[in-house]
């Protein structure tokens, strides 16, 4: 006979902290005084996509950015109005689902212009789109000193409305010299087209708007600094912790010294030492690469080192120095007191891929 019961709490969450979201969206609007994209692919990088986009859908913006038509639909099957934007090349059989749905695309070449152009003709509407350009990226666009010649051939399709012109940059956080030369190289376009023909001018994403003059522009397109994590360190402290990566202590042993801990026996103690057990492993999205790096955690108000590899469900550290630790103490893998971006460069990668890595099996708790 079974028996009735309440589920059992999560044993690996992720807290998303939504008032700390629209702070960092505040910050992106102060620093450059343009209008906003929110970029929301991936799962809001990790964060919860209807969510994420739930919570910014008031808060004065005028496009979300998402990788493909996917993202698209959940956000309307949210509920969201706010309009969409595709930030990369579309393929021919997404094409007619973005005319139905006035989508907005962004062209990088003649053909799929047409191909637009025909899908509206058929549908009877006019699409709004965009020109992306390629100033640097090498991943999509027009190049840019050929954009020009293809211009007439754009605006005499009738059933486009061009509205937009963008690029993207692909070291604003690395080489300040190339960027610098992208923004002038956009800007040479811009002059060279008319700038006033496009309602909307956009370049930057977090790096870009955060360390640079966007004075071409009037959008950009935040990313990694609306979910808490500056590209460039100087602005980091004007950020706040969106997302907190949180387990708990399944078990508390003491092992002598001399025995061995996790696969491989990477690490062997040197003394008699209190382990706990973690609930958490890299089927959760917390990276195998963390193992024998100096990974350290978060519990009872201190660091805990971690002890030999990464699992696929569970982890161990030392906690020796918490005489009151106990099964089912809270361990924060990353947040507030261990930074994304200490643990993305312990596993040799960047927060991005941490945060979208995190997988289904960790509840996602927003809280506003």
Known sequence: MSVSVAASPPRAWAEVDLSALRHNLGVAREACGCHLMPVVKAG??????EEIARALEGEGIEFFGVANVGEARRIRHAGVKTRIYLLGATWSEERAEIVAQDWTPCLSSINEALHFNELAADAGVRL?????????????????ADLPGHMAELE???HLIIEGLGSHLPSADEDREFTLAQFAKFESVLAELGGERFQWRHLSSSAGLLGY????????????????????PGFQERLRTVMSLKSRITLVRTLPAGHGVSYGRDYITDRPTKVA?????????????????GTEVWIRGQRCPLLGRVSMDQIMVDVTALPEVAEGDEVELFGAHIPVAEIAKKAGTIPWEIFTGITPRVTRVHRS
Do not use: Q, W
């Open 128 to 144: 709004k789109v965009h020109i992306s350009v390629d100033t640097g990226m090498g991943r999509g666009g027009f190049v840019a």
């Open 213 to 232: 003059d966007n004075h071409a522009c009037n959008l950009v397109r935040p990313g990694l600094l609306l979910y808490g994590v500056s590209p460039l």
């Open 44 to 49: 809001a990088y990790g964060h919860g996509l």
């Open 277 to 293: 057990t973690i609930g958490i492993g890299y089927g959760d999205g917390y990276t195998r690469h963390l193992s024998n790096k």
């Open 156 to 158: 005499s399709l009738e």
